[in-house]
């Protein structure tokens, strides 16, 4: 079946240190989603791309999708302590399936 | 904003017993999901459902079952409950447009534990 692999599990910055965290996917996907989960909450959507190469930003974070649609990115410019929590990517190979999830990659954001 | 209401926080139950999660979302979506989510291992889905009385397996069903016997409410039953089911149980919503591709919104989830 398809497997979403999410690196790294952990990463502890200084704040003001950049982020990044990034998705493989076993196959090509369809479209893939992004979601955060702060620290005993609830996972929360933040993005979905679907086309190949495709780049967005929401305020400091850059989101990317790979041109062979296997693989995403999502880079945190600049960290501040309210980025901490657990991020996940979740990929779909086709429009009728359901999401696979990253096993995430945890956050930690020192003052 | 969706709201998507799990009964319980917290529940604590003994090996064997029936245990019943209750999900209710109000935003007449279609499709509805059950998760676990386990340190180091992320979101597994146990069972979803894209209509009344419709449900289809996900990846770890084994040892669940469901019913969705109203399209707002979407139940998880641990038939005889195991320490192994000890987890935090996640259910989810999501608008259809035709396919399976919207955002899902989350529940607070209810943190189960099995004595």
């Known amino acids: 079946g398809q497997q979403v692999m999410q690196i790294p599990q952990y990463q502890h910055v200084q704040e003001g240190e950049d982020f990044t965290t990034y998705c493989n996917s076993s196959t090509t996907l369809s479209n893939i989603q992004w979601y955060k989960q702060r620290p005993g909450g609830h996972p929360v959507f933040l993005i979905q791309?679907?086309?190949?190469?495709e780049v967005k930003k929401q305020k400091r974070l850059t989101f990317q999708f790979g041109e062979a649609k296997k693989n995403s990115s999502l880079h945190i410019t600049a960290t501040q302590t309210t980025d901490v929590g657990t991020y996940f990517c979740?990929?779909?190979?086709?429009?009728?399936?359901?999401?696979?999830f990253g096993k995430g990659t945890m956050l930690l954001v020192s003052p | 904003d969706v709201k998507v209401t799990q009964s319980s926080r917290y529940l604590v139950k003994r090996t064997g017993e029936k245990v019943f999660l209750e999900c209710v979302q109000d935003?007449?979506?279609?499709?509805m999901f059950w998760y676990r989510q386990d340190p180091g291992l992320g979101l597994r889905l146990i069972y979803f459902s894209y209509d009344v009385k419709m449900k289809e397996k996900g990846d770890i069903p084994e040892g669940y079952s469901v019913s969705r016997e109203k399209k707002e409410r979407f139940s998880l039953i641990l038939e005889s409950a195991s320490t192994n089911q000890t987890s935090m149980y996640l259910c989810?919503?999501?608008?259809?447009?035709?396919?399976?591709?919207?955002?899902?919104?989350f529940g607070s989830g209810t943190q189960l534990s099995v004595l």
């Open positions: 935003m007449d979506h279609e499709n």
């Open positions: 791309l679907v086309k190949s190469g």
């Open positions: 979740a990929g779909r190979n086709s429009g009728y399936s359901t999401l696979t």
């Open positions: 989810a919503s999501s608008p259809t447009t035709g396919v399976l591709s919207e955002k899902l919104f």
